[in-house]
């Protein structure tokens, strides 16, 4: 593992008001490298990646102890712009959740959000990233129609060249092909292995060949606590903890 | 007889049942609408469609009698459009505040109590208006009555207020979770996301419920009644008095001999004023179709 340091959590734990969702969690992401956290529904997944770029501020009784570093910096520290952290750390939803804008102008909100108000590098932008999404081709003649007209597969790409055009430093993505058909899949995990090469990525999933395929490093999570983190290679060839094997070979859900 | 046929006899009565209640309503509205035509058309007899709506003299009582309602045209419509004034920004900035910024704690409080100004009657809006708001204009303003528009506009806004809000409310309600933690996702600031994103997603509803509440201000006739004066004249100035189509039927009615001129004018202005409220609504429906957004994701 050479790659510099990107993000990690340092003896992390969340509550959600009495309930302790997260237990001391310790984990780095490097660089140029996916991560896919893996484990049963219910361990918390959902609630690491959001707390990596603060969307469980929004939770009411949320509380977060421990560290959670960026480039080396707390991003819970106290003169820390939430909203700066979440233009660094994008994310990209379970399911696919374009506003109900045109393709256009969904994928310029952000964009317009930082500011940029030209038309013509509004225009280049969208563009590349809806190029960087592989959707360009299947919108580029309707651009100006509701996001919500596209198939389910489509939005979500939309949706993650929407993260993209902000030009984060790293991509949550949280089982982004969960809801989709096996070719819309495909295109996705393509594409996050293309991205990879400019982004940080951590992708939740509970498909165990897709964390094979397009991971570097996997992580699994049970019941809060974080069981076991390695090479993916070695994660799905010879575990060192048989409650991992039990679960990626599917004796336990 | 089986369980099954049973089910199918009891499944076709409950059925018809509910298209015989809602056929009785639709009739008795048709009753209704009928009587108010019935009674009005003959106005005509004596005074043309045009002298009736742009005549600007209302002196009913008088012989010969004027029948143009134009002054009491223009007095529904001034009231409606200061109100809406005051009631449209005052109503949907609640709503938003209620639903986006207020603690919990606070949103408890208030919004049953923007909801008990729905449940105050309007006749005692109509006496607060006469005894606190007109003695106070009369005198800030140093004008000879305070029983005008601005009274009357007030008092409106306060009983648009709570329909307009608490439907706005709804509206913003009901702009999905996701749709906020996409825009806070990409970095954008709680009030950002609400006027860039909630807001807009909600215009549909929104617009339906400042309709709605204009349309209850319109149709509104015991605070008119109360506070706006009575003058049948177009007015000037925002401190005269003017007497709207409900104050006027209202106050007249009475006096008005059965199937006199006058009594026919005072059914002809109802007629106006159904077609006016009939405008709102349709415009109100117009806008919830044309906004509406169709389906979340598709799957
Ligand atoms: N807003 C919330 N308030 C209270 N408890 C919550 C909240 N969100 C999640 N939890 C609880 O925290 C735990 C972890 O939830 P989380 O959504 O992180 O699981 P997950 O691993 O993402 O599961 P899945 O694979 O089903 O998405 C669960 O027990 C859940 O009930
Ligand atoms: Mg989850």
Redesign the pocket.
Known sequence: MSNKMKMATKNMT?H??A?K??DDITLEFRENQVTA?I????????????SLNRM?DI?P??RVEGQVLLDGEDVYGPNVDVVEIRKRVGMVF?KPNPFPKTIFNDVAYGLRIKGIKNRGELQARVEASLKAAAIWDEVKDRLNESALSLSGGQQQRLCIARALAIEPEVVLM??PASALDPIATQKIEELIRELKKSYTIII?T?NMQQAARISNITAF?YM?RLIEVDKTETIFTKPSLKQTEDYITGRFG | MNRAQKRRIGEYLIEKWFLFLATISIIVLALIVAFLFKEGIPIFKSVSVGDFLFGQLWYPTDEPADFGILPLIVGSLIVTAVSSMIAVPLGVLSAIYISEIARPSVKEILKPVVELLAALPSVVIGFFGMVVMAPFLQKVFDIPTGLNIVNASIMLAMMAVPTISSLTEDALHAVRRELREASLALGATQWETISRVVVPASLSGACTAVILGMSRAIGETMVVLMVAGGAAAIPESIFDSVRPMPASIAAEMGEAPFRSDHYYALFATGIVLFFMTLGFNLIADYISHKYKQVGTATL
């Open positions: 969340f959600y008001g309930f969702a997260l956290l484990g049963p529904s219910g361990c918390g997944k959902s609630t690491f990646l959001r469980n939770i009784a949320a379970q949280d089982e939740v509970h999570f809060g």
